[in-house]
């Protein structure tokens, strides 16, 4: 799977990227992951990226041209068509669904704003999909780029070591994991659940089925099946964040985009 990150900071990436299970990813030749520096791109004198806003107000913007630019050249490096991804905290709130449809394209191109963010007209010309780590507002994309390569690349058929494991943790039934123990049985006068020292299989399972079931229910009950965040993708939620997104005129919500991405061949069908 291939990632370009298109930033004015890409120093701000690399060691992040280099260590651990993302760095040996990329040495075994799992992930490639290209930084691309937008001033690069800008076919202004000065390297140039961005302007003050039209209406006045603080900040700046970025510009048009070194950013479509920028995707138009970087696209054709690669046969591969991109999923065109944006970070903004406008964006589809990312989770383990968004993680897992983003790691099925085998490419994927992630735009990092800075300052005040993208020219609009961004949007509008390269449709991509737009992508938020959380309701909080970051000074640029960066980390927002980094977690959604980890998230994604770490679903890759051999990224995780035999020991490690995607398919046995939080968000994967749709519950948070179990709690986890390890050396020594007693610390600071808390024990281990004695379930989990008997060495027998089937209780430890329904011990864990349980405690991650209840865990869910106290943290996070809007991960419930039944509740109505918990169905959050199905066919009727996802009509809903059309006409939402129609409604207050967004360009095209997030289930639209990976549509058409899906349709391009570029992510899976939106389920
Ligand atoms: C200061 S923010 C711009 C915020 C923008 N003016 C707004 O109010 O929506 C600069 C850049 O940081 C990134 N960013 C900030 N918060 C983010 C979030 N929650 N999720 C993803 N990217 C974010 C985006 O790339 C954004 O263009």
Redesign the pocket.
């Known amino acids: 799977m291939r990632f370009d990150v298109v930033t004015l900071f890409p120093e701000a990436l690399s060691p992040y990227l280099a260590a651990s299970i993302l760095g040996r990813a990329q040495q075994a030749g799992l992930v490639e992951v290209h930084l691309h520096q937008l001033r690069d791109y800008s076919t202004d004198p000065h390297r140039k990226v961005d302007d003050r806003p039209f209406g006045g107000g603080p ?1 700046m913007v ?1 510009s048009c041209q070194p950013v479509v630019d920028a995707v138009e050249a970087i696209e054709k490096l690669d046969p591969r068509p991109a999923l065109r991804v ?6 589809r709130r ?1 989770d383990q669904q968004a993680a897992r449809e983003i790691s099925q394209a085998q490419r994927v191109l992630i ?8 020219d609009e007209r961004i949007v509008e010309i390269l449709r991509p999909v737009e ?14 780029a980094l977690a959604i390569i980890d998230s994604a690349a770490r679903l890759l058929p051999g990224v995780l070591g035999c020991g490690e494991s995607a398919g046995d943790e939080s968000f994967c039934g749709g519950l948070l994991e179990y709690p986890q123990y390890t050396r020594p049985q007693n610390y600071r006068g808390l024990s281990v659940p004695s379930v989990l020292l008997s060495g027998h299989h089937g209780e430890v399972e329904k011990w864990r089925r349980q405690a991650a079931a209840e865990r869910t229910r106290a943290r996070r009950p809007d991960l419930a099946p039944e509740s109505d965040t918990g169905a959050a993708r199905s066919p009727r939620a996802r009509a809903g964040g059309r006409r939402i997104g129609a409604a207050i005129g967004v360009v095209a919500p997030w289930e639209s985009r990976m549509e058409a991405a899906a349709a391009r061949g570029v992510a899976p069908a939106v389920r």
Do not use: M, N, R, W
Not at 86 to 91: F, W
Not at 111 to 118: A, D, P, R
């Open positions: 900040g970025l944006l970070t903004t905290p406008q964006g990312f735009l990092c704003g800075h300052y005040e963010g993208f992508i938020s780590l959380g309701d909080f507002v970051l000074t640029g994309g960066e980390l927002a």
